[in-house]
């Protein structure tokens, strides 16, 4: 855990690790695990102690909280350090869901161990389990990666106002395009690059952009090569190959495409490819 080995996905549930029954999104057992997680205090993979604050956002798989570093552990990491928590979903502990959660936190903490790691690419701090007592008297174990504190705004929503100046364009793809041949030269396609996921920080010529959220990551290392590929894919975003073959054909290309489809985001202020349902 931390920078040692990260505990293995195991079952989703089991008799002494969840609860009777599986929660879905539209239990109210589910808002309460929500909202009972702000005010705990969850223990690192290194002793590291995180008070959780508020609910920044919710996806598909996971909760994302601010957190503070209320006691260090083993870490450089000091007390009062603002970080965020990545908690994964209640009701996304299936195996699957919690295989592909522990990947991402393998994948990034191999990303953040590098002597000089990225300044484009969100660093990782750690990695642990929550053990939450239920009303029924089981227990649920919660997953939950701590990711580096980005003070700003996505992407996503900065294109919300409009198109962005060309200057500025030009900053932000460069650092992208860089963050993006870090991983790429270690053998990691990212495979969901989009507005949401990139968050910029700073201000004029000090902003930064930093690529995040690699639940779809798949690795392609040779090195590396027992690790299971990730379905999925942003409509709009993925290459029209990986709608046709899935998997089959990812590679950095997959990156490069869905960073020319940002980049005429950015530029033209609306999708290249916008969602059509149906």
């Not at 505990?7 to 999104?25: E, I, K, Y």
């Not at 495409?257 to 999708?271: C, H, I, K, Q």
Request: hydrophobic share 40%.
């Amino acid at each position: 855990m931390g920078r040692g080995r990260l505990p293995d996905p195991g079952p989703a549930l089991g008799p002494s690790a969840g609860p009777s029954q599986a929660v879905t999104a539209d239990d109210p057992a589910f808002l309460a695990l929500r909202e009972g997680l702000s005010g705990r205090v969850l223990v690192g993979g290194s002793g590291q102690r995180y008070t959780v604050g508020s609910l920044r956002s919710e996806g598909g798989q996971g909760w994302v909280f601010h957190a503070t570093v209320s006691a260090s552990g083993h870490s450089a990491m000091t007390v009062g350090q603002s970080v965020i928590v990545k908690v994964l979903r209640a009701d996304a502990l299936s195996h699957e869901g919690r295989v592909r959660f522990h990947r991402e936190a393998h994948v990034l903490r191999l990303l953040s161990e590098e002597h000089s790691p990225c300044a484009h690419v969100v660093r990782f701090h750690d990695y642990s389990e929550h053990e939450l007592a239920m009303p029924d008297g089981g227990s649920m174990l919660l997953p939950f990666t701590v990711l580096e504190y980005v003070r700003g705004t996505s992407l996503d929503q900065e294109l919300g106002a409009g198109p962005l100046p060309l200057s500025r364009t030009r900053t932000i793809l460069r650092h992208l395009a860089a963050g993006l041949e870090y991983v790429h030269v270690r053998g990691v396609v990212h495979r969901d690059l989009k507005p949401a996921n990139v968050l910029l920080t700073g201000q004029g010529a000090a902003e930064q952009a930093k690529i995040t959220d690699f639940g779809l990551v798949r690795i392609v290392s040779p090195d590396l090569a027992r690790t299971a590929r990730i379905a999925g894919a942003s409509v709009g975003y993925a290459p029209p190959e990986q709608y046709e073959r899935g998997n089959a054909r990812v590679s950095p290309r997959t990156d490069v495409f869905s960073l020319a489809a940002v980049a005429y985001e950015m530029l033209t202020g609306r999708p290249a490819y916008p969602y059509q349902p149906g």
